[in-house]
C-alpha cells in the first residue's frame, strides 16, 4: 500500500488494563502503520486529510483535557512507567494519559464536550493555515482571507 493511500486519524481511547478503566488516551495514527498499540478501547475517532490535519484534531483534545483533568495520568508501559523503571522507553511510547473521574457519568459531564470540540476542528481546519494561524510559505494573509471570503458567497 503506497503512503498516500494511508488515512490518517484521530483517536480517543479508554484504557483496559486493571485498575486504569478511568484513563483516557487521545492521539492520532494513520491506516496501515500502527492503528493503535494500547490495550484500550476505541470511544471514537475521526478521519483526517493528513498528518497536519490530525495532529489539529489531537491539539484541541490535548488542550481541553489538560485543562478539565490535570495532571496527565501515570499508565503501565507510558514514558512515565518507562522511566520509573529506569528501562529505555520506545519511541512511540508518550505521556498522553488523562484520568477521569466522571467518566461513569459521560453524558452528564462536562467530558461530554470533547467530541464537539475535536468535530469542530476537524470540519473546519484549513490546509492552508498552520499552526498559530500563519499562512503556508508562499500564500500570503490576504489570499487566504480572499479564498475565505469566495467560500462564504
Known amino acids: 500500500m503506497s503512503n498516500k493511500n494511508k488515512t490518517w486519524f484521530f483517536y480517543l481511547m479508554r ?3 486493571p485498575n486504569e478503566e478511568l484513563n483516557i488516551s ?3 495514527s494513520k491506516t496501515g502503520y500502527r492503528d493503535y498499540l494500547k490495550i484500550a478501547e476505541v470511544i471514537f475517532s475521526l478521519p483526517c486529510k493528513s498528518k497536519a490535519h490530525a495532529l489539529a484534531v489531537e491539539k484541541e483534545a490535548h ?3 489538560d485543562q478539565h483533568y490535570p495532571p496527565r495520568s501515570w499508565v503501565k508501559w507510558s ?3 518507562f522511566v520509573l523503571r529506569k528501562i529505555k522507553s520506545p519511541i512511540n511510547r508518550t505521556n498522553e494519559w488523562w484520568l477521569i473521574h466522571d467518566f461513569d457519568n459521560l453524558h452528564t459531564s462536562k467530558f461530554q464536550e ?3 470540540l ?3 476542528r476537524q470540519l473546519n481546519w484549513k490546509e492552508d493555515i498552520l499552526k498559530y494561524g ?3 510559505e508562499g ?4 489570499h487566504l482571507n480572499e479564498a475565505k471570503e469566495g467560500n462564504q458567497k
Open 134 to 136: 500563519k499562512a503556508k
Open 139 to 142: 500564500k500570503t494573509v490576504t
Open 79 to 81: 514514558k512515565y512507567d
Open 118 to 120: 475535536c468535530r469542530h
Open 26 to 28: 487521545a492521539g492520532v
Open 63 to 65: 488542550r481541553f483535557l
Open 114 to 116: 470533547i467530541y464537539e
Open 15 to 17: 484504557s483496559l488494563m
